[in-house]
């Protein structure tokens, strides 16, 4: 008999190695284009462009709509001048009192008005006088110290001053406006001329609206 062949022993095999591949690193951030920054550089002054524009033409029709009314230096246009007679017998239709159609002549350009019914109605017109300021025309019921104070801020009494027949008193403004005014009685109302002009002036439209109220 033959003697059993001892079993040899297998040696294990080595694992493989494992390789570690280096961290990637993160890619660069993007750089942005020439033809991208202009582009960005072009709107944003498209923006400002634009606005710059709105404002300039917010401007510009501010003036056109209001500018005549607040600078009583301003000489108001052929376009702009209305015809007082036809608003006068339009208000009279709804007016209280005999609304005032004052014949001042060529000198003076009436550039607005107007009528306001309510409980407190006023007939409203304002002139461009000879001297080039704004003189405003305004009758009602009575002249009331409300209605002096819409009319001439910080309004104080300086007296009287004959005008024509009549007498009429005499307000001046606050310290913050060199605005004065004339109040005189009319036919079953009372007209109020106001303006930063002379008393001369003033009186004269107080003469010719209360005569023409007079009727």
């Given amino acids: 008999m033959s003697e059993p062949t001892p ?7 080595p694992a493989p190695a494992q390789i570690t591949e280096p961290p990637q690193a993160d890619p660069p951030a993007p750089t942005k284009s020439r033809y991208a920054s202009f582009a960005e550089n072009t709107t944003m002054r498209s923006v400002v462009w634009a606005l710059v524009i709105t404002l300039v033409l917010v401007a510009v ?9 607040n600078d009583p ?3 108001v246009p052929e376009n702009s001048r209305v015809d007082v007679a036809a608003s006068a ?21 009436a550039s607005n008005a107007r009528y306001a019914d309510g409980t407190d109605p006023r007939w409203t017109v304002r002139y461009s006088s000879p001297s080039a300021t704004l003189v405003t025309l305004t009758q009602a019921g009575e002249i009331t110290p ?14 009287t001053v004959a005008v024509g027949d009549m007498t009429c008193d005499v307000y001046t ?7 004065r005014g004339l109040a005189c009685p009319a036919e079953g109302s009372g007209v109020l001329v ?17 005569e023409s109220a007079r009727g």
């Fill in 194 to 210: 106001t303006g930063r002009t002379t008393q001369a002036e003033l009186a004269q439209v107080a003469q010719a609206a209360v």
């Fill in 173 to 179: 403004g606050g310290e913050e406006t060199d605005a």
């Fill in 7 to 13: 079993s040899s022993e297998q040696t294990p095999s």
């Fill in 89 to 109: 017998e339009r208000a009279q239709e709804i007016a209280p009192f005999t609304v005032a159609v004052p014949d001042l002549g060529t000198d003076w350009t």
């Fill in 146 to 159: 409300a209605l002096l104070q819409d009319t001439i801020p910080g309004a104080r009494s300086d007296g």
């Fill in 73 to 75: 230096d301003r000489e």
């Fill in 61 to 69: 029709v501010g003036m056109l709509f209001f500018g005549v009314g």
